[in-house]
């Protein structure tokens, strides 16, 4: 069992940037793959960020490349998304996920999750 935890959503102002933190308990963070989705109101979760479990690998959703990054220490057992140059389409929920032995882009491939944070930015 994993348990992640996430912090670092708030209000954030268009052009600004976030920083999202994801805390994991229980078994071997270093064994996962940590991926970040989104929901926003009335729409489908979706893909937002996905890292490998040696940290070696990263991939992004095309409207976050280039503005959002991922990373992790695993020392710390904690995944992060950075968030800059943000838009007011990026307000939603994030929620952080792990995924043992191998990423994806499919939210359904996932083993655990944490809580959800929110983010609203405002234009």
């Known amino acids: 069992q994993v348990q992640l935890v996430e912090s670092g959503g708030g209000l954030g102002q268009a052009g600004g940037s976030l920083r999202l933190s994801c805390v994991a308990s229980?078994?071997?963070?270093?064994?996962?793959?940590m991926g970040w989705f989104r929901q926003a109101p009335g729409k489908e979760r979706e893909f937002v960020a996905v890292?490998?479990?040696?940290?070696?690998?990263?991939d992004y959703e095309d409207s976050v490349k280039g503005r959002f990054t991922i990373s992790r220490d695993n020392a710390k057992n904690t995944v992060y998304l950075q968030m800059n140059r943000l838009k007011p389409e990026d307000t939603a929920v994030y929620s952080c996920a792990a995924r043992y032995s191998g990423w994806s882009y499919d939210a359904r491939d996932y083993n655990y999750w944490g809580q959800g944070t929110q983010v609203t930015v405002s234009s």
């Open positions: 229980g078994r071997t963070f270093g064994n996962y793959a």
């Open positions: 890292i490998s479990w040696s940290a070696g690998r990263a």
